[in-house]
């Protein structure tokens, strides 16, 4: 099978998620250095990045799938 067009729309997939986590760690980290104790935002802030990593990871098979059920 030889595929003739390129599929690049789930390239942006990786460097948003990986610039989102770095933002995101950084304001959860400095939130909470500046109250000294909501040590709760660490994991709570990481189990909504996996969700959205999930997410995309869902989709993107979704994709996959569907590209190899139509044999192009």
Excluded at 18 to 38: F, K, P, R, Y
Aim: aromatic share 4%; charged share 10%.
């Amino acid at each position: 099978m030889k595929v003739t067009k390129r599929d690049s729309s789930c390239g942006h997939l990786i460097p948003s998620t990986s610039g989102a986590n770095s933002i995101t760690s950084s304001i959860t980290g400095g939130a909470i250095v500046a109250t000294s104790g909501l040590f709760w935002l660490d994991p709570g802030v990481a189990l909504v990045i996996s969700a959205v990593i999930a997410y995309q990871a869902v989709h993107l098979v979704g994709r996959v799938l569907a590209v190899l059920r139509s044999g192009s």
